[in-house]
């Protein structure tokens, strides 16, 4: 209770006692000492009075709220400034009484109810804000997981999963994206930020979008990456250390493709009833001062799908101990669904890594598999 006059504290005191309620009361004379009760410790409500002598009218009640804007407050006021009630109410506090016209019952009613109803403000507040938060997310996550953007008849299928992982749902730093340039080359690409939350997603819808933007503006191997170093470094926090891989394939319309790795594992080579693994030669992950990434030249025959994919795949505990499932781990598990088609291969490979990290509470990576089939069409 916040009230100069001590005849009137006094008064709210013995209103207290008279409703047979457990309130403790600790009285302040001041606004000063106020805040230093608030300091100690925080009350289940505040009753104040808005004629104090260092603070008066709504400037009273804005200096609890700076000090603990989680506090419910029930204002005081004398018989003629009820309108500084109403005031006070539309400024923030839970309710007002009037000296003088308060039963025991009545304050009582008042305490409980100021109490409550800023228990759902908060909760209100809250669930908002995790609402906000959700939609961001969900804005980030399509950021990272684009549309295609690709021909009308491409020549190629393209199936692309994302799964993220038990700790972390939702929001990581995986990405893909693939796109046709007026030559019908397709250009296709993963990538994974260090890390996870809002700061890593976005960093990969930065490179995502640049990497996106490069392409069609012309640039290719070693000077599209040097780009996207570029980026990574305007983007990412100062200091933060912080680095991504990136695996680029450019896959022309006959068959013959271009790999470029920065610090990325291999992919997969799926066939009719075969999976193989290739890794090609890589330059440094993006964000560690690489200059130049080995360009290599392969084929792919029709009918065929290079399976790209983040570690996170890989990376998960899957036997005893420490134990990972591994880049073996995960061929051995490749061949043994190598009949299916596309996108149930895609699928498979995914939930079987699942499964063999359930022991251990699940896969603890977020997911990105994308596989580009020549069909020549």
């Keep these: 209770m916040v009230e100069d006059d001590r005849a009137d504290a006094i008064l709210v005191e013995e209103l207290i006692a008279d409703t047979n309620a457990d309130i403790a009361v600790v009285w302040a004379p001041s606004m000063a000492d106020a805040e230093r009760e608030l300091a100690r410790a925080r009350p289940d409500c505040v009753l104040l009075d808005l004629n104090l002598p260092d603070a008066n009218g709504i400037s009273a009640l804005d200096r609890i709220a700076k000090r603990d804007d989680h506090v419910p407050v029930v204002v005081l006021t004398g018989l003629f400034d009820e309108h500084f009630g109403v005031s006070a109410v539309a400024s923030g506090a839970q309710d007002y009484l009037v000296k003088g016209r308060v039963e025991p019952e009545m304050l009582r009613r008042a305490l409980l109810y100021a109490i409550e109803r800023k228990r759902a403000e908060l909760t209100a507040v809250a669930l908002r804000a995790s609402q906000l938060t959700a939609l961001e997310n969900a804005r980030l996550a399509r950021g990272l997981l684009p549309t295609p953007l690709l021909h009308e008849n491409p020549g190629v299928e393209i199936e692309a999963q994302y799964r993220p992982s038990h700790q972390n749902a939702l929001l990581g730093g995986d990405f893909y994206d693939f796109v046709q340039t007026p030559d019908r080359t397709v250009h296709v690409m993963v990538g994974d930020v260090a890390g996870h939350g809002p700061d890593a997603a976005a960093l990969g819808v930065a490179l995502r979008i640049g990497w996106r933007a490069l392409t069609f503006a012309g640039l290719r191997g070693n000077e599209r990456m040097r780009q996207l170093e570029r980026i990574l470094r305007a983007e990412s926090p100062v200091s933060s250390g912080v680095f991504a891989t990136v695996l680029s394939v450019a896959l022309a319309p006959d068959g013959h493709f271009t790999v470029v790795r920065a610090g990325h594992p291999g992919m997969l080579l799926h066939g009719p009833s075969t999976v193989d693994w ?27 799908g290079l399976v790209l994919l983040t570690d996170g795949i890989f990376e998960g505990h899957a036997g005893r101990g420490n134990e990972r499932l591994g880049e073996e781990g995960l061929l051995e598990l490749a061949r043994s669904v190598a009949d299916l088609p596309g996108e149930q291969f895609v699928k498979a490979i995914i939930d079987g890594a699942g499964e063999r990290a359930q022991a251990h509470g699940g896969l603890s990576d977020d997911i990105a598999v994308v596989r580009v089939e020549r069909t020549g069409t």
């Design 278 to 304: 290739l890794e090609p030669p890589a330059g440094p992950a993006l964000g560690l001062n690489g200059q130049n990434w080995p360009l290599s030249e392969l084929e792919l025959p029709q009918g065929y």
